[in-house]
């Protein structure tokens, strides 16, 4: 996609390093001391549950200043089936860029090039404030269980999409995140060591 001075194109090899640093500075004490996005960001490209045609970057002026990536996943249907879905992210925009409009201008390609792939639904984590205005909603109202979250605790993180409508119509389930998400921390302190030090900070808000 191109639009005015904007891209939205697949990521290369030699954006690699440029996309990790972007993601580091946009998570960097966000929601835990320090963050880990930028190294899963680097495992996941290699791993098989990674949709490279949905591995995306905008660019402004020649610069990268977003990243999103999607990934496969299956919902554990109540009946025993397993339904194929995705799950998003990480997603971001470079601090300076935040709350212009950039975030949900990738967002929105991102899920029409998904839909456009066939995929039938995109499962997340996330702000419903700021996803709401794309057209996800709660997955509790899909009849959609986060995993290993008890019945009573507040699942108002957990959001969904159709791309294809009806695609979740009589299921119900527990999703799965992949196993790739689970990154160990002493693999992320590791990775964090080539880059430029920063700070890890407790503060206010952070869920972990």
């Known amino acids: 996609m191109k639009k005015n001075n904007i891209i939205i194109r697949l990521e290369k090899r ?3 390093r440029e996309v990790e640093n972007l993601i580091r500075e946009s998570f960097w004490n966000v929601y835990c001391p320090g963050c880990k996005e930028h190294y899963l960001m680097h495992v996941l490209r290699d791993d098989d549950v990674c949709i490279k045609e ?11 200043i977003g990243q ?4 496969k996943t299956i919902i554990k249907a109540d009946d025993g089936r397993e339904i194929p879905v995705l799950t998003m992210g990480p997603i971001c925009i470079t601090p300076e860029l935040k709350r212009k409009g950039y975030g949900k201008m990738l967002l929105d390609y991102s899920l029409e090039k998904a839909t456009e792939l066939g995929f039938g639904a995109v499962l997340f984590e ?5 996803y709401g205005k794309s057209g996800l909603d709660y997955s509790s109202k ?10 009573d605790a507040d699942s108002s993180f957990f959001l ?5 409508p009806g695609y979740l119509n009589g299921i119900t389930g527990v999703y799965q995140t992949p196993e790739i998400y689970y990154v160990p ?14 700070e890890k900070l407790k503060l206010p808000g952070q869920i972990f």
């Open 14 to 16: 030699e954006d690699h």
């Open 54 to 64: 949905l591995n995306f970057v905008m660019e402004k002026d020649g610069e990268i």
């Open 68 to 71: 999103n990536v999607f990934a």
């Open 126 to 130: 996330g702000n419903i404030d700021f």
């Open 142 to 151: 899909f009849g959609i269980r986060y995993h290993d979250l008890p019945e």
């Open 160 to 164: 969904c999409k159709e791309l294809v």
């Open 185 to 198: 921390d002493d693999k992320v302190d590791e990775f964090d060591k080539g880059f430029p030090p920063k």
